[in-house]
């Protein structure tokens, strides 16, 4: 099973941009699909970004849409989350994702959380106003 470690996380001001970044190992890196999710305090997780193997398909919610990008390096076996113009709500601890079986699916369901099958240990990410 692939491990995660995100990093990259801290204190910024509204306005600011900040790159998150998630270091996997063990597994194939390169065949998992791989997405971001957080979850601020007192609320659901929710889906952020996500790309497929090969970083031809993107994906963003409309919260973020036109600020954060998602990219990877399956050289490197990363996948970086680069955030700009942050705001306040943005603030949140921040998980990294695999999604390793039924690739077929990912087009579709990409959102989801509980298609993924593993998860790092989250990084936190606060905006002040």
């Given amino acids: 099973q692939v491990q995660l470690v995100e990093s990259g996380g801290g204190l910024v001001q509204a306005g600011d941009s900040l790159r998150l970044s998630c270091a996997a190992?063990?597994?194939?890196?390169?065949?998992?699909?791989?997405?971001w999710f957080r979850r601020a305090p007192g609320?659901?997780?929710?889906?952020?970004?996500?790309?497929?193997?090969?970083s031809a398909l993107t994906y963003y919610a409309d919260?973020?849409?036109?600020?954060?990008?998602?990219?990877?390096?399956?050289t490197k076996?990363?996948?970086?989350?680069?955030?700009?113009?942050?705001?306040?709500?943005?603030?949140?601890?921040?998980?990294?994702?695999?999604?390793?079986?039924?690739?077929?699916?990912?087009?579709?369901s990409y959102y989801r959380s509980y298609e993924y099958d593993s998860w790092g240990q989250g990084t936190q990410v606060t905006v002040s106003s």
């Fill in 25 to 35: 190992s063990g597994g194939t890196f390169s065949m998992y699909h791989m997405g």
């Fill in 43 to 54: 609320k659901e997780r929710e889906f952020v970004a996500a790309l497929n193997w090969d």
């Fill in 63 to 74: 919260s973020v849409k036109g600020r954060f990008t998602i990219s990877r390096d399956n």
């Fill in 77 to 108: 076996s990363t996948v970086d989350l680069q955030m700009k113009s942050l705001k306040p709500e943005d603030t949140a601890v921040y998980y990294c994702a695999a999604w390793t079986k039924s690739f077929a699916r990912f087009s579709g």
